[in-house]
DNA sequence: GTCTCTTATGACACCGATGACATGACACCG
DNA sequence: CGGTGTCATGTCATCGGTGTCATAAGAGAC
């Protein structure tokens, strides 16, 4: 690979001068530039990074983790990947500063995590970046030195910055927006309460139905959700059936997330109800091969992965620019309801209310 | 940051000799050992690896690019992720190999993988990949100097060395497993045949046909692939409904994809056709969110992207260390059919056969 | 004509590691 | 006891850029 010295020799100037046409940094005559230049293209000189960065000592870095990538051996479990969105989203980012990203994955095994930001350590990366794959509280090894970093989809104790999404407004908005749809009587198949988003999806689901003056039902919920181990399908069904033979059944299922909805939609089927004529059915995620696929499309909450990588990725400049007016706290990101078929308006009248309610 | 002069003095040593502590490549006594090792834990030392990377001339790093990551800025189409796979067996062989993967995409831009190549020849990468959406020809500009480069799910006519999935095979053994199973009538709902996967399953398609001596029957195949425009639900209902009054219809559905079945599922579902009891079901590239959570769980053929991806960077280390004995040509990855409850054994008597056929 | 100011360029050291080579202290050999 | 090999360590140059400072050539001011 050629240098800047060779391409100073070819062109007759200095390796200075040609520093100066590479970076523009001080004045060069036309026809030192076009030497210098017509030099580069003839040798396809590229300039070494590393090099330049020993000087300026900027890397010019971020790095990113992620046990996202490479799940378990065996994947049984974790079937979507919608954390990518979460790189998406930081990638789009960070391209604007001219940062460039490297990616390591724990293999979702939390000891493999301090080698790799070991490994990012000697890269010199300006800033880290840890993405979880569901919401949740990690615990990573603190880092000695100084570098900033910043937590997508995940918190931990220590304070250290993280980005969220805002279950608990998400499930609100939603169930804000069926009862202005005119439903009173809305069964929910959660998430199993010890995750994150299964809680907060739980409150947002009881405040949106107190501000809505509907008494909560326990009666109307039900854990449906076995961690990814068998007998889900038969849980579900036994959950809406109960809930179906109530004296005063659901019009509505939320459900927990759209992988639920899409489970839900072929027990409502096998029992001969239609959806939504009979009764609707509400996810969770946004996840769009199953929400834009299904047949009614699938009404639901985006969780707004790409949105939190955009967050992440300017929280984490501002931090490295040591910008002063630093936030304290998680960084909640709330996404829009996503309205569609699965869902009977029951009060048509009140669809001019919806304004009112944040959309798509 | 600490560097190893700093350490050297705290440690009263030369700094050659904490290099030698780093990288034990010379025999240190113990008592030295021990005050460097002190020192470096005192300093929270990390090693600088621009400087390292200058004099040994190896980065030990790989370029990663994609047009995974970002799609368009408004992703009405993309809505899986599944070549994530592949960077996820990608990242598991580089690990190992001691590299650090550096990621940045194009935002489905094919103009921007120009400034993005060059950002990783600068950073002097040993070697790139890159990674397409689906299987499909693309036209990268030239990498002018010598680093290697590998195409993953794509190829282009430069003969660039490519890994892809094997359409052909994987049709061909889900069809033939499908013939063992007792099905004679097996109708096809298509990718279009602009793209590669189409026409190649196609192939495959009609290949196990041939060896199962069944004539082949254009009216059992239908192109219901709209490229993502609306209306494929109407297309694919029709194509169903079509075939389903013939005089002789089909026993199965060959779907050109998991998402396509999915539909498939919710059509025979409103026609009152149970699967699979009265019509069976079977898709392809067994995107699991899709294929383990339909009810029942889809018969369909695995797009082995992690394989792919594990292949990838096998061949790319192999062209790093500069082995002669390289294969020519794209490497063809198959991956099982993963048979499932959606499709009924028309002859159990069959099953002892199976054996013979590639399965999970 | 001389002084100053700008423009254009070069000389040189330095960033933090490591390769090549040198050196000093022993151990072992005949 | 001198020769030779091994171990432990140090010296110095070098990788490829860039920051700092110096310098030369014109342009304009007085």
Redesign the interface.
């Known amino acids: ?1 050629a240098t800047i010295y060779d391409v100073a020799r070819i062109a007759g100037v200095s390796p200075k001068t040609v520093s100066r046409v590479l970076n523009g940094d001080a004045p060069v005559g036309k026809a030192t530039r076009e030497a210098v230049e017509s030099a580069i293209a003839q040798l ?1 000189y ?6 330049r ?2 000087r300026s000592q900027r ?1 010019g870095l971020i790095g ?1 983790i992620t046990g996202a ?3 378990s051996p065996e ?1 049984t479990q974790p ?3 919608p954390e ?2 979460i ?3 930081i ?2 980012s960070l ?1 604007n500063s001219g940062m ?6 724990t ?1 979702g095994v939390v000891e493999k995590a301090a080698p790799l930001i ?2 990012f ?4 990366v300006e800033g880290l970046i840890y993405v979880a794959e569901y919401h949740q509280k990690v615990a990573l090894p603190a880092i ?2 100084g570098t900033p970093m910043i937590l997508a989809n995940c918190f931990d104790d220590r304070g250290t910055p993280a980005i969220l999404p805002d279950d608990w407004r998400g499930q609100h908005d939603l169930v804000a927006r069926l009862v202005t749809a005119g439903h009173r009587r809305i069964g929910y198949l959660t998430l199993r309460p010890e995750i994150a988003a299964g809680r907060l999806r739980l409150e947002g689901y009881r405040a949106a139905l107190q501000t809505g003056g509907i008494a909560y039902d326990a009666a109307l919920v039900a854990n449906c959700d076995l961690e990814g181990r068998d007998g889900e ?1 038969q849980l579900l069904w036994e959950a809406i059936d109960r809930m179906l033979r109530l004296s005063t059944p659901p019009t509505v299922f939320c459900c927990g997330n759209d ?1 639920m909805a ?2 839900v ?3 409502l ?2 029992m001969g109800r239609k959806v939504p004529t009979e009764v609707s059915v509400a996810g969770y995620d946004n ?4 929400a ?4 009614p499309p699938l009404t639901t909450v985006d969780l707004p992965y790409t949105a939190m990588g955009v967050r992440a990725a300017q929280r984490l400049m501002a931090m490295i620019s040591g910008e002063t007016r630093e936030e304290k706290g998680p960084t909640l990101v709330a996404g829009p309801v996503y309205w569609r078929d699965s869902v009977t308006e029951l009060r048509p009248a009140n669809v001019s209310l919806l304004k009112s309610v944040r959309e798509e």
């Open positions: 690979m396809d590229v300039p070494s990074n590393a090099a960065m020993m890397s990113l990538i490479s799940m994947p079937a979507g990947l990518l969105f790189v998406q989203g990638q789009k391209a460039t990203m490297m990616i390591a994955d293999g070991d490994t350590l000697r890269h010199r000695s030195d399908t992988k899409l489970r939609y072929g027990i089927r096998s996840y769009r091969v199953i834009e696929t299904l047949y």
